[in-house]
């Protein structure tokens, strides 16, 4: 009997690993798909008349809160908003690859001495985010959104990086983009905003729901002050997306 059972034995033995085989390539093709269909979006939202919605919307509706965006082309922006922006979050935004590797370096080195480290996300960076991950601080949300930006800003121009960004970031519980922020703190369209409320709107990105740009406080006034003079400047920095 023992010499019988041994051949039943190595078949089961050898079933069991041919199934953990096909499960794991199964797990290995479900990921590879989920890696590919960021870069999938990214060819779609080439389209100018796709808006996609951020991952904060999408928690929004799915929570059942709502939300208020107004997409707009970027022809229909000030061109006030579009100086602050960059000046505040990106300065480097036409020249660097979707990464500005410099102060990435620079934070790196920060955390490496045990120094409180900054933020160094470009535009690029922080449109994949709001369009493809989480909204938290941890080393894997930015390890994936480093490769995602690098790729996006070769299937992207950059006009159109900065029209996604101004039409998704948030600006306050439930307001996403430049369109619904400025009808909501200043009652204008987009495309009139004075510098001065581009630059309200553009220190308020970091921390939106805290930073209110219709009811600043002294020290927000001064970050705008400013955001306001370094985007009188700016025409050597913004080539990128001039009209």
Aim: hydrophobic fraction near 45%.
């Amino acid at each position: 009997m023992p010499a019988q059972s041994q051949p039943e034995e190595t078949e089961g033995t050898g079933r069991a690993e041919g199934d953990r085989r096909l499960i794991f390539l199964r797990i290995l093709k479900a990921l590879l798909a989920l890696a590919l269909l960021p870069v999938a979006l990214m060819v779609l939202y080439l389209l100018p008349f796709i808006h996609p919605p951020s991952t904060l919307m999408l928690a929004d509706l799915a929570l059942f809160r709502g939300y208020d965006r107004q997409w707009v082309p970027l022809e229909r922006i000030s061109p006030n908003l579009i100086r602050a922006v960059m000046m505040s979050e990106d300065g480097q935004f036409c020249s660097h690859d979707g990464v500005d590797w410099v102060q990435m370096r620079s934070v790196i080195d920060d955390a490496l001495d045990g120094e409180e480290t900054r933020g160094a996300s470009t535009i690029t960076m922080q449109t994949v985010k709001n369009l493809f991950l989480w909204n938290s601080r941890s080393f894997i949300r930015k390890g994936m959104e480093i490769p995602l930006a690098l790729i996006a800003d070769k299937v992207w121009t950059k006009r159109r990086t900065m029209e996604l960004y101004l039409n998704i970031a948030e600006w306050g519980p439930g307001i996403y983009g430049v369109e619904a922020a400025s009808r909501h703190h200043f009652k204008i369209p987009a495309a009139k905003l004075s510098a001065r409320q581009a630059a309200l709107l553009a220190v308020s990105l970091p921390n939106p729901i805290d930073r209110n740009a219709s009811k600043p406080g002294p020290g927000l006034r001064r970050l705008a002050a400013m955001v306001e003079r370094r985007a009188r400047g700016a025409d050597p920095y913004i080539s990128c997306v001039d009209r």
